[in-house]
Nanobody, 125 residues
Framework: QVQLVESGGGLLQAGGSLRLSCAAS????????ISWFRQAPGKEREFVAG????????DYADSVKGRFTISRNNAKNTAYLQMNSLNAEDTAVYYC??????????????????WGQGTQVTVSS
């Protein structure tokens, strides 16, 4: 079982940038894909971005394409989500997630094997 810990959330104004980190332990980090999800108040948890185990393939939700960048450093057992041009609609708790299937980044909650505790991102307009 992999343990995931997010950090880097905060409060900022629209148009700003933030980088989230996801530190992993308990399993060889380079052996599995990673995703970021988010959940806004009153809404379902949604997929934001995913990255393959080696970092060579990435995937993004349409709502964040061109603004967010997912990456990973396997030597540091850490994944990142760089968020630029943030707006109020990006306000949510952000979670990193490891898949049940190690090679495929999860895009739905049912495909997630492990969740982090989440980090709050609040964007004021």
């Amino acid at each position: 079982q992999v343990q995931l810990v997010e950090s880097g959330g905060g409060l900022l104004q629209a148009g700003g940038s933030l980088r989230l980190s996801c530190a992993a332990s308990g399993r060889t980090f380079s052996s599995f894909a990673i995703s970021w999800f988010r959940q806004a108040p009153g809404k379902e948890r949604e997929f934001v971005a995913g990255i393959s185990w080696g970092g060579g393939s990435t995937d993004y939700a349409d709502s964040v394409k061109g603004r967010f960048t997912i990456s990973r450093n396997n030597a540091k057992n850490t994944a990142y989500l760089q968020m630029n041009s943030l707006n109020a609609e990006d306000t949510a708790v952000y979670y990193c997630a490891a898949p049940r299937d190690a090679y495929v980044w999860p895009k739905v909650a049912e495909a997630v094997g492990s969740w982090g505790q989440g980090t709050q991102v609040t964007v004021s307009s």
